[in-house]
């Protein structure tokens, strides 16, 4: 069992820059892999961001490129979130899962067996 909280949530202004936590804990052995995802309202939850530290790999919607960036250290990881704007309005969902190859897709909620609460995150125009 893997319990994750996400921290870092707020309000800010377009243009602004946001930092999200989220840590796992656990006590089983073995590396937990997390990503990041985002759900606004009337809409999915989608893939954001993931992260294979042991590789190097990160994994970005293309929404975000270039605007987050996510990294990961041991069982933490953090998502930066820069200029932002009123569509990266969202609740934003960590997740964990313990093999580190995807079976279809970073984005596929399936490959991820751990969530966290969210934590919600509002951007003004």
């Known amino acids: 069992q893997v319990q994750l909280v996400e921290s870092g949530g707020g309000s800010v202004q377009a243009g602004g820059s946001l930092r999200l936590s989220c840590v796992a804990s656990?006590?089983?052995?073995?590396?937990?892999?997390i990503a990041w995802f985002r759900q606004a309202p009337g809409k999915e939850r989608e893939g954001v961001a993931a992260i294979i530290p042991g590789l190097g790999r990160t994994y970005y919607a293309d929404s975000v490129k270039g605007r987050f960036t996510i990294s990961q250290d041991n069982a933490k990881s953090t998502l930066q979130l820069n200029n932002l704007t009123p569509e990266d309005s969202a609740i934003y969902y960590c997740?964990?899962?313990?093999?580190?190859?995807?079976?279809?897709?970073?984005?596929?909620?399936?490959?991820?067996?751990?969530w966290g609460q969210g934590t919600q995150v509002t951007v003004s125009s």
């Open positions: 997740a964990a899962r313990r093999r580190i190859a995807f079976t279809s897709s970073w984005k596929a909620e399936k490959e991820y067996n751990y």
């Open positions: 656990t006590v089983a052995r073995g590396n937990i892999y």
